[in-house]
Nanobody, 123 residues
Framework: QVQLVESGGGFMQAGGSLRLSCAAS???????MGWFRQAPGKEREFVGG????????RYADSVNGRFTMSRDNAKNTVYLQMNSLKPEDTAVYSC?????????????????WGQGTQVTVSS
């Protein structure tokens, strides 16, 4: 089994940057990974996904061009670089892993989840 722990969240003014990290206790080198976010009263939504090698990436339209995913399989860690942050990016961000090489935008297709880290962006 895989355990995921996110870090790097915090407070930031609009236009600023944050980098989130997701450290895995188990091996995820063959798993596609995703970042999701959820604001109060809203459904969890897909942010981005990355293939096992890191070569394949997908992003939600709302973050495309601003957010970048990467992974360091030697450290068993996935990152989400968030630039040009907007107040509407405020949410709890969670990383997830699925027992597949294919990225999915559906959170129901992911098997392992971290506890989440809060990102708050002020205007």
């Amino acid at each position: 089994q895989v355990q995921l722990v996110e870090s790097g969240g915090g407070f930031m003014q609009a236009g600023g940057s944050l980098r989130l990290s997701c450290a895995a206790s188990g091996r995820t080198f063959s798993y596609a990974m995703g970042w999701f976010r959820q604001a109060p009263g809203k459904e969890r939504e897909f942010v981005g996904g990355i293939s096992p090698s890191g070569a394949g990436k997908r992003y939600a339209d709302s973050v495309n061009g601003r957010f970048t995913m990467s992974r360091d399989n030697a450290k068993n860690t996935v990152y989400l670089q968030m630039n040009s942050l907007k107040p509407e990016d405020t949410a709890v961000y969670s990383c997830a892993a699925r027992r597949s090489v294919v990225i999915s935008t559906d959170p129901k297709n992911y098997d392992y989840w971290g506890q989440g880290t809060q990102v708050t962006v002020s205007s």
